[in-house]
T-cell receptor, first 114, second 111 residues
Framework: DTEVTQTPKHLVMGMTNKKSLKCEQH?????MYWYKQKAKKPPELMFV???????INESVPSRFSPECPNSSLLNLHLHALQPEDSALYLC?????????????FGPGTRLTVL | DQQVKQNSPSLSVQEGRISILNCDYT??????FLWYKKYPAEGPTFLIS?????DKNEDGRFTVFLNKSAKHLSLHIVPSQPGDSAVYFC??????????FGKGTRLHILP
């Protein structure tokens, strides 16, 4: 299995809702990443987990809360989001943190905040 | 099924020569293609893009060629420099703006 899967594919939520994005990989990768991407722009790094520990938080607002329950799973909990948070949220993984090898990207979750 | 394929996991090129990175795609609905560059310890950074209405886009030492009939694009770097050593991702998007990434090609520039 050489895939990174993300659920849901699409999510529409109000500003008062609480929702979660899920990312999963079964390649034995020990580094996992969350990116935010606006249309036709490069992905912006949000969080990095290495061996299930938060390694990097790129000054992301607290309304985004990451969680890494185990080495295969990465969640992004969302609460009190703003309309400008609407974007494509990409998850990625790599064997270990920041290897020069490939980083596997998931298909993304399209988030719309109303 | 991979919609964006980079069949060469790695490539070594002599400094000063041309580096050619290849990418194939299967979805004919893709209308925008991008190349990203990634150094170790950093996230991917945007390099160059091309719309499906064009067949070539040039930016300094970097040129992207698109062959829609073959569903193939390539990135040419000339002349190659040591700082070009990195992993290069090909990506494509369609009307939903979802970006599909290839698995990357690691480019080594040899002195």
């Amino acid at each position: 299995d050489t895939e990174v899967t993300q659920t849901p594919k699409h999510l529409v939520m109000g500003m008062t809702n609480k929702k979660s994005l899920k990312c999963e990989q079964h390649m034995g990768h020990r580094a996992m990443y969350w990116y935010k991407q606006k249309a036709k722009k490069p992905p912006e790094l949000m969080f990095v987990y290495s061996y299930e520990k938060l390694s990097i938080n790129e000054s992301v607002p607290s309304r985004f809360s990451p969680e890494c329950p185990n080495s295969s799973l990465l969640n992004l909990h969302l609460h009190a989001l703003q309309p400008e948070d609407s974007a494509l949220y990409l998850c990625a993984s790599s064997q270990v943190l920041w290897t020069a090898d490939t980083q596997y990207f998931g298909p993304g979750t399209r988030l719309t905040v109303l | 099924d991979q919609q964006v394929k980079q069949n060469s996991p790695s490539l070594s090129v002599q400094e000063g020569r041309i580096s050619i990175l290849n990418c194939d795609y299967t979805n004919s609905m893709f209308d925008y293609f991008l190349w990203y560059k990634k150094y170790p310890a950093e996230g991917p950074t945007f390099l160059i893009s091309i719309s499906s209405i064009k067949d070539k886009n040039e930016d300094g030492r970097f040129t992207v060629f698109l062959n829609k009939s073959a569903k193939h694009l390539s990135l040419h770097i000339v002349p190659s420099q040591p700082g070009d050593s990195a992993v290069y991702f090909c990506a494509a998007s369609g009307r939903d703006d979802k970006i599909i990434f290839g698995k990357g090609t690691r480019l080594h520039i040899l002195p």
